[in-house]
């Protein structure tokens, strides 16, 4: 049982490129969500999804697009990349998005844009 | 607008027990997390509270007051491999959750 599986790991971009991360999960959850983290700052919401065909906005949505056409996976990407989207990048699924559920991680992406 | 605060750092002896605060204010109350987070790695879940009291789950402890909105969790018996960061997160009435910006714990022997 793998969890949340996120890549890359690290990238390194140039102002303008696009890029997608790439999340799978492998627990059947309904739920799943892309966070930034930034020092200093809480974890940002920028996309999320609760189930294949749906997905909605969150905190810091702009410069980001997502989709959700299986269960499992749920990419985001990165449409012309800019610095101030130098983050480290989590993906993070659970079985609903209410109640007592809790957010299995993804092992993060750490991206640097130039 | 919507907050969670937390201290930014805390020290504290191996052995010893440390209490991690955490104040919030959001739009409703569906629930409180604590998750522990390590230098470089993915968040982890500690403990869940949505009534008022304790929750205990080995060294770990979370306590919750709506009323004040208020939570701590208490860490007791501290081992080197506590060093993490603690972050708290609320979730509030349209059942998003709001996450403070952790609390970084460094553990001295």
């Known amino acids: 049982n793998a969890g949340v599986t996120q890549t890359p790991k690290f990238q390194v971009l140039k102002t303008g490129q696009s890029m997608t991360l790439q999340c799978a999960q492998d627990m059947n959850h309904e739920y799943m969500s892309w966070y930034r983290q930034d020092p200093g700052m809480g974890l940002r919401l920028i996309h999320y999804s609760v189930g294949a065909g749906i997905t909605d906005q969150g905190e810091v949505p702009n410069g980001y697009n997502v989709s959700r056409s299986t269960t499992e996976d749920f990419p985001l990407r990165l449409l012309s990349a800019a610095p101030s989207q130098t983050s480290v990048y989590f993906c993070?699924?659970?079985?609903?998005?209410?109640?007592?559920?809790?957010?299995?991680f993804g092992a993060g992406s750490r991206l640097t844009v130039l | 607008g919507q907050n969670i605060d937390q201290p930014t750092e805390m020290t504290a002896t191996e052995g010893a027990i440390v209490q991690i605060n955490c104040t919030y204010q959001t739009s409703g109350f569906n629930g409180l997390f604590w998750y522990q987070q390590h230098a470089g790695e993915a968040p982890t879940f500690l403990s869940y509270n949505v009534l008022d009291g304790l929750e205990e789950k080995g060294r770990f402890s979370s306590f919750l007051s709506r009323s004040k909105g208020y939570s701590y969790l208490l860490l007791k018996e501290l081992q080197m491999k506590d060093s993490a960061s603690y972050l708290c997160a609320v979730r509030d009435s349209n059942y998003q959750l709001i996450w403070g910006a952790g609390t970084k714990l460094i553990i001295k022997p």
């Open positions: 993070a699924s659970s079985k609903s998005g209410d109640g007592a559920n809790v957010l299995t």
